[in-house]
């Protein structure tokens, strides 16, 4: 299984980007997936999941209203759509996956990252 995230880059606040994760040797149709986060000097934090049947679950309050994920079976990619973003969104951004219909099992796969900076 691999997990490979793109779109990361530089914006300024109050801007918006789109994350991307392709999944290979894994049909994301019997997976849930999640995005996850790690700042410099901080633990690693959940962001938000979906499950299966394209139901996502917040994990962390301070994106709600900005931050929204969606999947493409046909892909086999899931996005995070970040809107608004502020310099304290700086950060490592992961995917992960777990083969569960439902969020809230222990993630099994990973992928390395794509850095995203918030900064004028």
Do not use: H
Request: net charge negative; with cysteine.
């Amino acid at each position: 299984v691999k997990l490979v995230e793109s779109g990361g880059g530089l914006v300024q606040p109050g801007g918006s980007v789109r994350l991307s994760c392709a999944a290979s040797m894994l049909d994301i149709e019997y997976y849930s997936m999640g995005w996850f986060r790690q700042a410099p000097g901080k633990e690693r934090e959940g962001i938000i999941c979906i499950n299966t049947r394209g139901i996502s679950t917040y994990y962390l309050d301070s994106v709600k209203g900005r931050f929204t994920m969606s999947r493409d079976a046909a892909k086999d990619t899931v996005y995070l759509q970040m809107n608004d973003l502020k310099p304290e969104d700086t950060a490592l951004y992961y995917c992960a996956a777990v083969g569960d219909p439902d969020c809230g099992a222990e993630y099994t796969d990973w992928g390395q990252g794509t850095q995203v900076t918030v900064s004028s």
